[in-house]
């Protein structure tokens, strides 16, 4: 029944025609199959043998799956199926071991989808797919294979063996220069690479980016990137290519290495040193420097390779380009980007670049950053720029645009966010509504000390008036009125009509404006049987069409819109009348006015997250209520009331921890409270540091009562200092 199955890999009758088909280079990665004895029946070797199910191969792929069951033999060298299990079967194929070849392992997807178990076995020229219905089976197949692989001498390529020899002799520069001398895969070339400097494990090695970046075997990944780095000595317009080489390197980790050694190998005695050509290559290996590292073999190499351009290239662009990299390497961490347009181009001109960092409304401050900076380090810097170096409060930085805002973790290293910055600039239109870095007020730990002629309390005041304009004060629509009104007295100072104004939503929660309205539209559409075309102006109305439903939809939806617009303008005419009676207040008395009356809500000075509530065990729905997180304590509010739900302070919490990614755990002394939000690991930091700051402040009174545990894992936040200049303008 077996006779008509297509063979996945013939046997060769004659191994001597088959090594001579083999690339010298590639010899050692090749093991001849040793005919099988056999004693007493039993075959010497086998480490496990069955039935296992092998798909058939076809040229055209079917939309099922089509399998032949088959005699599986593995030995310490192969693994090979027979037609049957016979002791004189006939052996249909062979699959030879080395430590280059993977298993991908059984998952769920293919059970599901087929009925049977998979497992993948990749060697150098073809692999199997197996199938089988038994997890456990599938599994111990693996497992054996797996071993047999583990268990095989690493194979190592001329590339490799090289860098051994250079490690070795690395202080004796006759031996050295016949190294490179004799062995030219060591130095530049303009003829295309066929098989990657480095070995690789044979299969997809990158299966998981394959369906969303196109990857194929890594394998091939090294070879296309060797073919880049050859046009990109000639490239007008070089940036893309590095940046997509780049982007290849931190998705296909293991393919690091190789590249590393690929600009080894062309930056090595290429044709015409400190040429255009010669430096793209030196500039791409600068990017790579700052990005991510070598492993330790290879980045030794790297090192000796930069040590020996120096040497003998003194004076010259190269040994600025050598010397700059040697820097980068000690002060390189893997980042999470690849550095953005901006950032490539100041690298290939060994500089630093300019940050934009906002605050105070519309002050912003540019900061000089190397690859290296991180937040904490910018934030120390702008402490010291901008003289706020003796305050008590903490500041970090915030991504932020219209919508959202974000901390930015100490740790964090800016270039990285300036490359998602440029990648979202590109969906964005309206440049209003891109993301921004803002340097704010973070800890508010001391709100009653800060010195009134101090830019400590301008940002305090910016950011108290943006939680108001965001709907987090709940207040009547008199005193947001008044707020409005005090706000316009400090943007523009006294009443003139030779200022335009500002937009509503800059002075007022446009969503109690927008619930009003609808509310109305509402009871106007409970109250009027005969429709609302007689409410709208003429050329709305006439223009509606279609059936009674749809009309009475975009009737109302245009009555919204109009009735939205006239409540803008009247609510905004309120506020002028009111900005009118504050003639000749200074600016400094609108910030204090404002605050005092912002000052008399109990979440005043803390910082309020939007959070999903469980407060009974019982209870599987959230309740969406506003965790304000402060200096005292902690407390929880319905969303516009001003009295809160709950509060406790931090001698009440026992433990807090992160639970899962978007859940977070507060443990009191009789319940544990249980929080849904996608900012859960900002607020239990802000949680870590007010609880320390106020079991602190208790120690020193005399209070030693015991502080909460923090249970769950936090990113440990630190400051360093920055040492570049930064220099401040208001935009």
Not at 3 to 25: H, M
Not at 401 to 406: E, G, Y
Request: aromatic share 8%; glycine share 4%; net charge neutral.
């Amino acid at each position: 029944a077996s006779s008509d199955l297509n063979l996945t890999q013939s046997l060769a009758t004659d191994t001597s025609d088959r090594r001579e088909e083999i690339p010298e280079e590639r010899r050692t990665l090749i093991k001849e199959k040793v005919k099988r004895e056999t004693v007493t029946g039993v075959d010497q070797g086998i480490i496990m043998q069955g039935w296992l199910f092998k798909e058939i191969q076809h040229n055209v792929k079917a939309p099922w799956l089509r399998v032949r069951k088959h005699w599986f033999v593995l030995t310490q060298d192969s693994l090979d199926y027979y037609t049957n299990n016979e002791l004189n079967a006939k052996r249909l194929g062979m699959l030879v071991l080395t430590s280059l070849c993977s298993v991908l392992w059984p998952d769920k997807g293919t059970y599901k989808g087929t009925g049977y178990w998979n497992i993948t076995v990749y060697g150098r020229k073809h692999h199997y797919q197996l199938y089988t219905k038994h997890l456990n089976q599938c599994i111990q197949w693996a497992c054996a294979i797996q071993n047999v692989i583990n268990c095989k001498a690493p194979v190592e390529t001329p590339t490799l063996l090289l860098i051994q020899d250079i490690e070795k002799n690395c202080t004796n520069s006759e031996v050295l220069e016949n190294i490179y001398k004799w062995n030219p895969i060591l130095q530049h070339t303009q003829n295309p690479l066929y098989s990657p400097l480095l070995p690789f494990p044979y299969g997809i090695g990158a299966h998981h980016l394959k369906n969303t970046k196109g990857y194929t075997t890594l394998h091939d990944e090294a070879v296309k990137v060797f073919n880049s780095l050859q046009h990109l000595e000639t490239e007008q317009d070089p940036i893309p290519l590095i940046q997509g080489i780049l982007q290849t390197c931190l998705d296909l980790e293991p393919l690091r290495d190789e590249i590393y050694c690929q600009l080894i190998k062309q930056t090595s005695n290429p044709p015409h040193v400190g040429s255009i050509s010669d430096l793209r290559n030196w500039q791409l290996l600068t990017c790579m420097s700052v990005t991510f590292l070598p492993s330790n073999t290879v980045l030794k190499y790297l090192r000796f390779h930069i040590k020996r351009s120096q040497d003998q290239f003194p004076e010259t662009e190269v040994y600025k380009y050598a010397e700059f990299i040697a820097d980068s390497l000690v002060r390189t961490k893997c980042r999470k980007r690849v550095p953005s347009c901006e950032e490539i181009l100041v690298l290939m001109r060994r500089e630093e670049m300019s940050c934009t960092i906002h605050y105070a409304g519309s002050k912003l401050c540019r900061v000089t950053i190397n690859s290296h900076s991180t937040a904490g380090e910018v934030v120390n810097s702008l402490l010291v720029t901008l003289g706020l170096g003796q305050s008590r409060n903490r500041f970090a930085l915030f991504e932020q645009n219209l919508t959202d805002q974000w901390l930015v973790a100490d740790d964090t290293v800016v270039a990285d966010i300036i490359t998602r910055f440029e990648n979202l600039a590109i969906n964005v239109e309206e440049p209003e509504n891109q993301w921004k870095l803002y340097f704010k007020l973070y800890c508010f730990l001391d709100l009653d000390n800060i010195p009134k002629n101090n830019l400590e309390f301008a940002l305090l005041f910016e950011q108290v008036h943006e939680m108001v304009t965001k709907g987090y004060f709940p207040a009547s629509e008199e005193t947001l009125l008044a707020l409005a009104a005090l706000r316009l007295q400090f943007t523009i100072r006294d009443f003139t009509t030779h200022v335009p104004l500002p937009k509503l939503q800059e002075l007022f929660p446009m969503h109690i404006l927008q619930a009003r309205v609808q509310q109305s539209v509402k009871a106007l559409l409970s109250t009027n049987s005969k429709g609302l075309s007689h409410l709208l102006p003429g050329a709305l109305a006439s223009s509606l069409w279609g059936s009674t439903t749809q009309k009475q939809k975009l009737e109302e939806e245009q009555l919204l819109k109009v009735r939205l617009k006239e409540e803008a303008a009247a609510l905004m005419a309120t506020i002028v009348e009111q900005w009118k009676q504050l003639p000749g207040m200074t600016q400094l008395e609108a910030m204090t006015t404002y605050l005092s009356i912002v000052r008399e809500w109990s979440g005043y000075g803390a910082t309020l997250f939007e959070v999903g509530a469980f407060m009974n065990s019982a209870v599987s729905v959230a309740q969406t209520l506003w965790l304000a997180v402060g200096a005292k304590g902690l407390a929880l509010y319905k969303q516009g009331d001003v009295e809160s739900v709950e509060s406790f302070d931090y001698r009440q919490i026992s433990s807090f921890e992160v639970t899962e990614r978007n859940t977070f755990k507060i443990t009191l002394r009789k319940k544990d409270l249980l929080f849904e939000s996608c900012k859960a690991q900002e607020i239990v930091q802000l949680i870590t540091i007010y609880s320390a700051n106020h079991f602190k402040s208790s120690t020193r009174s005399g209070d030693h009562r015991s502080r909460p545990i923090i249970t769950g894992s936090l990113a440990n936040s630190h400051h360093c200092n920055l040492h570049n200049d930064s220099s401040t303008e208001e935009a």
